[in-house]
């Protein structure tokens, strides 16, 4: 499958570099207003293939992208230290107005998967701009949190994180909702699972899973300036359940007509993806508190739109 990626920065160049690792994507072409970023990404990440699978890479104009199945959006500019995503939301809309364009022109069958920060609110930027339906513009949403999530409770419970399911919900930020309720290991609640194995999930480490997710994306910024392996491997990921119509369940954010009586917002709930997009979107069980945090974290994304549209 033809991918297109606009924006050959970190998380760009990142998940172009995991598809091509993954063996996710049989051609990548990076599109950047900075030219020769987009070409010298797309040599850097040929000069992996040898190593990982077959994958063409290359570099061009919008018109490059004709054919692609799925355009990943990662243009924009980077999270500055202590800066909320919601605050990057102006600067990014406008960048994307012109993208958009772009991509539509060259590419009128693909999907887009939105990277880009604050990226609930980009993807509903991304579905008024190209006259998509909802399915196919896709944000890749809290699919990250959702890893930290199952990464810190599998390293808690002993367990790999593939055997963890659990879901981060909401806003892909600082509103956003570990949903421990639904939380399993195995086919056992986290909470079950830790007490038979001695691994007991208390308040405590509640609370050190809750801030290791939440703050995650900070402490990597203060370290080093931005995230992007991580993202970049969920983007590749994304691709792969769109490329092998998997239906696979991943938290994903897309613009629905309404969430906990919030009209029309995008944010992240457990979705099926496959060859058509988004076919299902899953309300997991949640305890009162979460489904308030839920409501919450959809007003503070409704707020944020205010004014754009
Ligand atoms: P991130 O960490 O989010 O990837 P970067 O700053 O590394 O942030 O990358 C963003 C990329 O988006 C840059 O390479 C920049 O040149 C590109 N970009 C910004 N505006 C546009 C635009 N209008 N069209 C295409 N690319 C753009």
Redesign the pocket.
């Given at each position: 499958m033809k991918v297109g990626i606009?924006?050959?920065?970190?998380?760009?160049?990142a998940a172009g570099s995991a598809l091509a690792l993954r063996g996710g994507a049989s051609e990548v072409v990076f599109?950047?207003?900075?030219a020769a970023?987009a070409q010298a990404q797309a040599e850097d990440i040929s000069h992996a293939v040898p190593f990982a699978h077959p994958c063409r890479l290359s570099a061009g104009e919008y018109d490059a992208l004709e054919g692609a199945e799925v355009v990943i959006l990662?243009?924009?500019?980077?999270?500055k230290p202590g800066e909320s995503r919601l605050s990057l939301l102006s600067r990014n809309a406008d960048?994307f107005a012109?993208?958009i364009g772009g991509v539509r022109a060259a590419a009128p069958g693909a999907m887009l998967l939105v990277?880009?920060?604050p990226v609930d609110i980009m993807t509903q930027v991304a579905l008024r701009a190209s006259g998509l339906p909802p399915e196919r513009v896709i944000g890749s949403g809290t699919i990250l949190d959702t890893a930290r999530f199952r990464s810190l409770l599998g390293a808690h419970l002993g367990i790999a994180p593939q055997s963890v399911h659990a879901y981060v919900l909401g806003e892909h930020g600082d509103s956003e909702v570990l949903a421990w309720s639904s939380a399993r290991a195995g086919t056992e609640p986290v909470a079950r699972f830790g007490a038979q194995i001695g691994a007991p999930i208390t308040e405590e480490v509640r609370a050190t899973i809750d801030a290791g997710v939440r703050r995650a994306a900070y402490r990597i910024i203060e370290g080093k300036g931005?995230?992007?392996y991580g993202i970049g491997a969920g983007l590749a990921r994304i691709v792969q359940a769109i490329r092998d119509d998997q239906g696979a369940v991943l938290s994903v954010s897309v613009v629905a007509p309404e969430i906990e009586g919030v009209p029309d917002i995008a944010l992240s709930l457990p979705r099926v993806v496959g060859r058509k997009g988004v076919s299902a979107t899953l309300m997991p069980e949640m305890s009162e508190t979460e489904t308030a945090a839920l409501r919450a974290s959809a007003e503070v994304l409704k707020e944020s739109t205010q004014g754009l549209w």
């Open positions: 606009v924006g050959a920065g970190m998380v760009g160049s599109v950047d207003r900075n970023l990662a243009a924009g500019v980077a999270q960048v012109s993208v990277a880009s920060n931005a995230t992007w």
